[in-house]
């Protein structure tokens, strides 16, 4: 099965804003708003931030937020803390047996 | 508060049977409209779903691993359960237990810790 593509790093200094892409194919994040977005510290589970392409549960700052045009999925850190330097992953519904697709994960940096 | 905790062994043997259980507290298993998934990391990668189950039983696996996925459910002790058959090397990752809702099943928003299991002889 293929990942969703995510560029590998992205970095930004503090206070700035970074958007993170996350491409599919119409197959996944082009035909379901099945899409969310996941930050992983080190050694950590991973942590939701973002469900169903814009909604942020309970708890998550609203300096995330999450679109999608197309095939193409994004989430945006706004206002960069040194506590968003982290991995993160996108993952939308697939119409076929893996149901569930992980993207390739970004390493954000905050310089 | 739901806490998951993912337990089984840390080291298996190549063409052996991976088994690990999740135990779910502070809430109920049969708790209608919600899907118990495993999901993995290799080392230094990404993740991979596995599969998920709901309580009733019934159940859905990534086709990448259909044929060598099990995941079965125990309400009375409030876990759910994953053998993955005929592991090799590439079966070695962190594997976690989570939960999603049939309303958005696209949200794991409970996670347990993770376990590192390595397929070594």
């Known amino acids: 099965q293929s990942a969703l593509t995510q560029p590998a790093s992205v970095s930004g200094s503090p206070g700035q804003s970074l958007t993170i892409s996350c491409t599919g194919t119409?197959?996944?994040?082009?035909?379901?708003?099945?899409v969310s977005w996941y930050q992983q510290h080190p050694g950590q589970a991973p942590k939701l931030m973002i469900y169903e392409v814009t909604n942020r549960p309970s708890g998550v700052s609203n300096r995330f937020s999450g679109s999608k045009s197309g095939n193409t999925a994004s989430l945006t850190i706004s206002g960069l803390q040194a506590e968003d330097e982290a991995d993160y992953y996108c993952s939308s519904y697939r119409s076929s047996s893996s149901l569930m697709v992980f993207g390739t994960g970004t390493k954000v940096s905050v310089l | 508060q739901v806490h998951l905790q993912e337990s089984g062994p840390g080291l298996v043997k190549p063409s052996q049977t991976l088994s690990l259980t999740c135990t779910v507290s502070?809430?109920?298993?049969?708790?209608?409209?919600?899907?118990w998934s495993w999901i993995r990391q290799h080392p230094g990668k990404g993740l991979q779903w596995i599969g998920y189950?709901?309580?009733?039983?019934?159940?859905y696996s990534n086709s990448s691993l259909n044929s060598r996925v099990s995941i079965s459910v125990d309400t009375s002790k409030q876990q759910f359960s994953l053998k993955l058959r005929s592991v090799t090397a590439a079966d070695t990752a962190v594997y976690f237990c989570?939960?999603?809702?049939?309303?958005?099943?696209?949200?794991?928003?409970?996670w347990g810790q993770g376990t590192m299991v390595s397929v070594s002889s």
């Open positions: 119409s197959s996944d994040v082009g035909s379901y708003n099945y």
């Open positions: 189950i709901y309580y009733s039983g019934s159940t």
């Open positions: 502070g809430g109920s298993i049969r708790s209608a409209g919600y899907y």
């Open positions: 989570a939960r999603s809702t049939v309303t958005h099943p696209d949200a794991f928003d409970l």
